[in-house]
């Protein structure tokens, strides 16, 4: 799907979401949640002064999705988002805690690898942040060795000019002697030029690398926000399950203190219930998916990360090498040039 | 400097007298640009510092304040003595305001200038100018009030000269006299150096545009590889490990290679571009002298048409005994003596060009093979710190 669609969607869920959880008789009243809604610091990008008082449930909400970004739940900035990531499953952990509803064992554990991945992902943004900057170097940097070079080259062009009109020219010993050093200078110079624009093609072809990994950033982020994505649905259907119960225990209770029968609250009863096993269900798949995610979000990471350090050191080999082999070139025709023109050195150098 | 043998191959600013003691000699630096003034009136003024031991020259060492426009009333002053020679040329005079005083363009200019001076003072025939002596010697006070005094008058006789020959080949136009139709010598050999000198200045312009976008480059390539160096660090930093540490290296080698591409820029605008830059002007300087010789021919054609239409004259009037033949005598005679005159100028003129042609030919061998050697060094040394630089990490990475 599209970015801004995902993220739009992502806004209206989050804020469902929060809805919900100030509802919650307990969650409601927590002092996490009264944290998370008030502190202005929160993430660089939540402000108080954005917020519009809901009428409805008396409480400050978030009317922009500035904590969405790039389709990665607190992603900017990494601290923030962290912060901002524990706060929700600080809150989950009191809804479980307080409700004592189906407090599936994998719970806790969703904390913690929570915590791992984040630290990955915060990693991963560093990464892609500095690949941008390289990148954009490493480019200018091919470019300046390939004008150096193709400058070197002109040069020793016009040099060969000035040769040749001199010999033609020359009416004198001095006048030859000139044009022949020129030529020489001229004849280094061309040469020099060419070993110039083959190191930068060999130069263009190491620092692809960079290029490469800087372009996997876009699919490793599409993963992450899967990832994001398929626990949100998780969290979102175990709310649903809690405000669906929340429904029943007030029907009950309001049945109880009328004698008799009610026919319409059994039934409704009996609607909700049935609302509760179709989306128990649908949290189950959701479960399945998140996991299912989380494993290959892992192994991709691992995969990734170890073929990058492979590259990488292979890029820095080659790049070095290939300046270390021209270079020496070079200079060994430099300085064959300056003993053929010793005789011309300032005396006493 | 002056060394008693024929001039020295190559002229520099660098100090150290090539003669042994009890030689004559002497030896100008032209030393110190201090900025004087404000603004618009503000100016440069330099040291020069003359060491000599002949007695001319108020030796062993006498310091004067100088700056530039003193230097070109020298120029201007031996450009109108001494037709003939080619005058050592000036560096630019600079008409734009905001470059003018950076660091670079003063170094640049102060060096032209001690070059310039120590060519004059190395010349077999310029040395002996009375004009450098009171350029060398003379207070600041009355240099200041030559050279204003006389200010007004050369600014327009060498815009004149320059002005004129744009075109030395084909419009010598004499404005004065109103003839139309130019008087060249028909020389072939003259005509064939004309063409050479011409071509020659082209051929020259493009190498010098070459060599500054040289040293555009080596600059350009400086500041990206220290850009370059910089982002590896950050990405080092980012990685950690011993990759991370890697990258720092490689990071930090770039910046210090950074630095050497820049040295090696300004070493190539000094002793590359520079010399180049005066080639050029001493091919103008003998374009100059090409005008002069010019004007001195096109006066000894005329004056020796005068003559013979004044002879021719005056022999009618001596057949018809007539009283104004005396007169005519006279006249014919003083014309005869103006154009004798002329004629030796202008032969004196070419026989001068032919011996400065000679310098000029050597000179220039020594100057470009000095530029060409200092440039196969200086590359040489760079392409070597650039290799070592870069080895010095290859243990790392290998062990990685």
Request: with cysteine; net charge neutral; glycine share 4%.
């Amino acid at each position: 799907m599209q970015r801004h669609e995902f993220v739009e969607q992502r806004r209206i869920a989050l804020e469902k979401y929060l809805r919900r959880l100030a509802a919650h008789p307990v969650v409601g009243h927590s002092e996490e949640l009264r944290t998370f809604l008030r502190a202005p610091a929160l993430t660089s990008s939540y402000s108080q002064t954005d917020s519009e008082v809901d009428s409805e449930e008396g409480l400050p909400v978030p009317s922009r999705p500035q904590v969405v970004r790039d389709g990665m739940v607190g992603s900017v900035p990494a601290k923030g988002g962290r912060d901002f990531f524990g706060m929700f499953s600080n809150i989950k952990q009191t809804v479980v805690n307080g409700l004592g509803v189906g407090g599936s064992v994998a719970v806790p554990k969703l904390l913690e690898e929570d915590k791992d991945f984040l630290v990955k992902k915060a990693k991963v943004l560093d990464l892609s942040q500095q690949l941008t900057t390289i990148s954009q170097q490493a480019e200018t940097l091919v470019k300046a060795q390939q004008d150096m070079g193709e400058t070197m080259g002109e040069m020793g062009m016009t040099f060969v000019k000035l040769s040749k009109f001199e010999t033609e020219q020359s009416k004198s010993e001095s006048q030859t002697l000139r044009a022949d050093v020129t030529r020489q200078f001229a004849l280094t110079a061309v040469k020099v030029s060419r070993l110039q624009r083959a190191l930068n093609s060999q130069t263009v072809i190491h620092l692809d690398t960079l290029h490469e990994y800087l372009g996997l950033m876009i699919p490793i982020n599409n993963a992450f926000s899967d990832r994001a994505n398929a626990l949100n649905t998780v969290q979102t259907l175990s709310a649903d399950i809690m405000s669906l119960n929340a429904r029943i225990n007030k029907l009950e209770a309001a049945s109880a203190k009328v004698f008799g029968q009610d026919r319409t609250k059994t039934s409704k009863i009996e609607e909700l219930r049935e609302n509760i096993r179709f989306t128990e269900d649908a949290k189950n798949n959701a479960i399945r998916q998140y996991e299912r995610i989380k494993e290959n979000n892992k192994s991709e990471l691992q995969r990734i990360e170890k073929e990058r350090r492979s590259d990488f050191q292979a890029m820095l080999k080659g790049f070095v090498n290939s300046q270390v082999t021209y270079s020496q070139r070079m200079a060994v025709e430099w300085e064959k040039l300056a003993e053929e023109t010793k005789q011309y050195a300032r005396p006493g150098h | 400097m002056i060394s008693t043998e024929s001039d020295p191959p190559a002229e520099t600013s660098s100090p150290g007298p090539r003669s042994p003691s009890g030689q004559p000699f002497v030896m100008i630096s032209v030393t110190e640009p201090v900025k004087m003034g404000t603004g618009v009136q503000s100016y440069i003024s330099y040291r020069v510092i003359t060491k000599s031991n002949m007695t001319e020259f108020e030796g062993p060492e006498k310091i004067v304040i100088r700056r530039y426009s003193d230097f070109e009333w020298l120029h201007d002053k031996l450009a109108e003595k001494y037709k003939g020679i080619f005058i050592p040329p000036l560096p630019e005079k600079s008409a734009v305001e905001k470059f003018r005083f950076s660091a670079e363009f003063i170094e640049m200019r102060r060096q032209a200038l001690d070059v310039f001076i120590n060519r004059i003072a190395s010349h077999p025939v310029l040395r002996k100018s009375e004009d450098l002596r009171t350029f060398l010697l003379e207070e600041e006070e009355r240099m200041e009030r030559i050279r204003s005094i006389e200010a007004g008058i050369f600014s327009k006789k060498s815009s004149d000269i320059f002005q004129m020959f744009k075109d030395v080949q084909s419009k010598v136009s004499d404005v004065v006299l109103g003839k139309e139709k130019p008087v060249e010598e028909s020389d072939p050999e003259y005509e064939k150096l004309k063409n050479y000198i011409f071509e020659l200045e082209n051929h020259l312009a493009e190498t010098q545009k070459q060599a500054f976008r040289l040293v555009k480059r080596h600059r350009d390539l400086g500041q990206s590889l220290g850009d370059f160096g910089k982002a590896m660090k950050l990405l080092g930093a980012c990685e950690g490990e011993s990759l991370g540490k890697a990258f720092s290296d490689l990071g930090s080698k770039g910046e210090i290679l950074s630095l050497k591409l820049q040295k090696e820029a300004h070493n190539l605008l000094m002793n590359f571009e520079e010399p180049l830059k005066d080639y050029v002007r001493a091919v103008q300087s003998i374009k100059a002298t090409m005008a002069d010789r010019a004007n001195a021919f096109r006066q000894h054609c005329e004056l020796a048409e005068t003559t013979k239409l004044k002879e021719i004259n005056l022999d009618k009037l001596m057949l018809m005994h007539s009283e104004r033949a005396r007169e005519a005598e006279i006249d014919f005679k003083e014309s005869k003596a103006d154009s004798e005159e002329a004629t030796k100028r202008f032969e004196a003129i070419v026989k001068t060009m032919n011996e400065e042609l000679a310098r000029f030919q050597e000179q220039k061998t020594a100057d470009l093979g000095l530029a060409f050697h200092e440039f196969a060094k200086g590359q040489a040394k760079l392409a070597h710190d650039i290799a070592d630089a870069w080895r010095g990490v290859l243990p790392k990475l290998e062990a990685l």
